[in-house]
Structure formats: C-alpha cells, structure tokens
T-cell receptor, first 115, second 112 residues
Framework: DGGITQSPKYLFRKEGQNVTLSCEQN?????MYWYRQDPGQGLRLIYYSQIVNDFQKGDIAEGYSVSREKKESFPLTVTSAQKNPTAFYLC??????????????FGPGTRLLVL | QKEVEQNSGPLSVPEGAIASLNCTYS??????FFWYRQYSGKSPELIMFIYSNGDKEDGRFTAQLNKASQYVSLLIRDSQPSDSATYLC????????????FGKGTKLSVKP
C-alpha cells in the first residue's frame, strides 16, 4: 500500500521542548516537503529536500530543523526557538523531476498543540 | 513577493449546480497550476492540474487557465454535498526550484 505516512497524528509540546514529527514515504519519490497550515491560511513551506543529504529552507524555516539521511524519510524538528508552533503540519513528496506535471502528494498531517 | 489570491468564501451553491472557483496569481513565471481539495481537518488531495492555456476536463471538474490574465479557475459541474470542502489553488512558481505557492483557499458549501 503505497503512500505517505506521518506520525503522530496529534503531538503536544511543553514550553522549551524540542519535538520531532515523522514523515515516511514508499513512493520512491526523490523530493520531500514540509508545510505548516494555520487556521484559515494557506500552506507555507518550511523546508524541502530534492535529494538525500541535501535540503533547503522554505519561507518560514526559523525555529525548525530537518534531516534527509534516507530517501524514504524526512523528519521535522520543531525547536524551542519556534515561539508559536501550534499548527497543522503537512508532509508532501513528489518525483522530483521538476517538469510542468511534477505533482506533490500529501500525508495525513500532524496537529501540534502547545501545553 | 509571489501572491495567490482566492475568494475565501464561503461559496454556497445548491446541489446539482455549477460551482465556479477563481484564483489569480502574481508570478508570471508560473507554468503549471494545481487544484487541491481539503476537507475539514484533513490533508489536501489533488484534484487536477493544468499547464496549457484553455480548458482541461476531468469528470465533473474543469480547470481553465489564462496566463495572459494570470487567472486560473475550477468549475465543478453537478455539485454534490460531498464536494463541500476548501479548494486550494497552487501555482508552481517560476525559477529553478519551482515550489508550489498556495492560496488561502475557497470554502465551498453545497446545499442539498
């Protein structure tokens, strides 16, 4: 059953704590992305990776970190420097060919709440 | 600043009617345009994409693109209550990275 999985579905963070969101895909996609969505807002790009061991900052990277050690996995860490982390976090992947038909597919998302 | 504008709605249509969702974008380098549907509390799912001027049909959905006017739209024929969701327009930005730029979405409500 191919697809993108994200865990956990809900995550609670205490003040000053770092938390890591998991994203795994078995679609053999080269590119992976992390977005943040706030209520009534569009998706904003946090980080993206076009290839293993390489990643770039998106529009709102401050307070976040990522790694891409395996093609299938692209975990996102929300650090204590991110002062307003409450949001719906979405992971996506695409083939990575950058043609006009390059399509991103989304995982089910992780909802992060601050205690 | 690359911007994507969508009417936030809610857009309310009766069941069986045509729903028309509009989107304008600022990046003239955008070459392809994606429409996603997002149910409340769920992740976006791809409906269709378009990259040539004109119309592209897929079942009850038709995407329309006018690059000169920087305008893209999505028509939903024979609207069903199950179509009630937020529809996100996402042009792919120009440049070497070509990342998607998402609008805030239009909330559609189809009344039985």
């Amino acid at each position: 059953d191919g697809g993108i999985t994200q865990s956990p579905k809900y995550l609670f963070r205490k003040e000053g704590q770092n938390v890591t969101l998991s994203c795994e895909q078995n679609l053999n996609h080269d590119a992976m992305y992390w977005y943040r969505q706030d209520p009534g807002q569009g998706l904003r790009l946090i980080y993206y990776s076009q290839i293993v061991n390489d990643f770039q900052k998106g529009d709102i990277a401050e307070g976040y970190s990522v790694s891409r050690e395996k093609k299938e996995s692209f975990p996102l860490t929300v650090t204590s420097a991110q002062k307003n982390p409450t949001a719906f976090y979405l992971c996506a992947s695409s083939m990575g060919r950058l043609g006009v038909q390059e399509t991103q597919y989304f995982g089910p998302g992780t909802r992060l709440l601050v205690l | 600043q690359k911007e994507v504008e969508q009417n936030s709605g809610p857009l309310s249509v009766p069941e069986g009617a045509i729903a028309s969702l509009n989107c304008t974008y600022s990046d003239r380098g955008s070459q392809s345009f994606f429409w996603y549907r997002q149910y409340s509390g769920k992740s976006p799912e791809l409906i269709m994409f378009i990259y040539s001027n004109g119309d592209k049909e897929d079942g009850r959905f038709t995407a329309q693109l006018n690059k000169a006017s920087q305008y893209v739209s999505l028509l939903i024929r024979d609207s069903q209550p199950s179509d009630s969701a937020t529809y996100l327009c996402a042009p792919r930005g120009g440049g070497s990275q070509g990342n998607l730029i998402f609008g805030k979405g239009t909330k559609l409500s189809v009344k039985p």
